[in-house]
């Protein structure tokens, strides 16, 4: 799941790794998404230690006596110095050149000074992946993940072996958009990640 929206979401400017918390809608659309997702039995949440997405997670569960764990491997890309800037304008579209590629040409992606590279956040997240199918204590647990756009679509590159270039696949994941996914073990063969379903989102002109 995508975190809810912030103010910088809200004027587009890129946060990456800066700790900025949801504002009032974003804290809505969470609560929308929890009153849809509130029979799923969940049995553990992992959250990016972000707080956008630790809020996020704890409107999603309300209140259940669900533990939660935060793991920085599913944190957003980091933009270095490009953090905190506009690169769209009113109308979303791109007005930065070097950061276009990021958005429409990810397979030739360079980050900004202090930033990420692509290939970076898909090996960490393909870590914490790694992680999760083979915790022994995890199986046959329905697990709440709670990330970011880019952060869960390098997971799902990960569970299709896709190319970099096709990094945004369906585009920017909306705000609590929610992606099922099963680690199916069919008998005598290795685990594998079937997604179920893909960017579904709860909510309507909210």
């Known amino acids: 799941m995508r975190h809810g929206e912030t103010e910088w979401n809200r004027t587009l400017r890129l946060q990456g790794q800066t700790d900025i918390p949801l504002n009032e809608n974003g804290r809505v659309l969470a609560q929308v998404t929890a009153r849809a997702l509130q029979q799923v039995p ?10 956008r997405a630790k809020e ?18 599913i944190q957003e890309i980091g933009f270095g110095t490009y953090e905190g800037r506009r690169v769209r304008d009113a109308k979303g579209e791109i007005t930065d050149p070097r950061f276009f590629a990021f958005l ?17 956040l898909v090996a960490r997240t393909g870590a914490f ?6 915790r022994a204590e995890w199986r046959e647990k329905t697990i709440l993940i709670s990330t ?3 952060a869960s679509r390098a997971m799902l590159l990960n569970i299709r072996h896709g190319e970099q270039k096709d990094f945004w696949d369906t585009g920017v994941p909306k705000n609590c958009a929610v ?7 069919p008998e005598n063969s290795t685990p594998k990640w079937v997604i179920k379903e893909q960017d579904v989102t709860y909510y309507e002109n909210v």
């Open 42 to 51: 969940f049995d553990l949440c992992i959250s990016s230690p972000l707080q």
């Open 56 to 73: 996020t997670a704890l409107l999603v569960l309300g209140g259940r006596d669900i533990p939660m764990l935060t793991d920085a491997r």
């Open 104 to 120: 429409r040409d990810p397979g030739n992606f360079i980050p900004p000074e202090g930033g990420e590279s692509i290939a970076d």
């Open 129 to 134: 992946l790694e992680e999760l199918s083979t």
């Open 148 to 150: 970011h756009g880019a």
């Open 179 to 185: 992606t099922i996914v099963d680690l199916e073990q």
